[in-house]
């Protein structure tokens, strides 16, 4: 069981940045692949960032490659995103997930955090 709990969310103005964070707590934190997802109002969640158990592999949507990066540190427990560029399509609830193994899709994600608001006005 992981419990997971972002923060760093916040309102910002396009071409800001923003790092978010995402604290686990439970065992085994670094057997765990890490992903980054948002859901902007009216829309599906969608995958934005996942980085494997060691953080040697990692994944971006399309949108956000070369502006997100996505980064752990298992003695903190902590996963990080760090969004540069910000542009007001970015705007959305960020979620983080884990799974036992990297992958890019919603369902294959066992536990999730509670959301942090992204806010990018143009």
């Known amino acids: 069981q992981v419990q997971l709990v972002e923060s760093g969310g916040g309102l910002v103005q396009a071409g800001d940045s923003l790092r978010l964070s995402c604290a686990a707590s439970?065992?085994?934190?670094?057997?765990?692949?890490l992903g980054w997802f948002r859901q902007a109002p009216g829309k599906e969640r969608e995958f934005v960032a996942a980085?494997?158990?060691?953080?040697?592999?990692?994944y971006y949507a399309d949108s956000v490659k070369g502006r997100f990066t996505i980064s752990r540190d298992n003695a903190k427990n902590t996963v990080y995103l760090q969004m540069n560029s910000l542009k007001p399509e970015d705007t959305a609830v960020y979620y983080c997930?884990?799974?036992?193994?990297?992958?890019?899709?919603?369902?294959?994600?066992?536990?999730w955090g509670q959301g942090t608001q992204v806010t990018v006005s143009s």
């Open positions: 439970g065992r085994s934190f670094s057997r765990y692949a």
């Open positions: 997930a884990a799974t036992v193994s990297i992958h890019t899709r919603t369902g294959e994600y066992d536990y």
């Open positions: 980085i494997n158990w060691s953080g040697g592999n990692t």
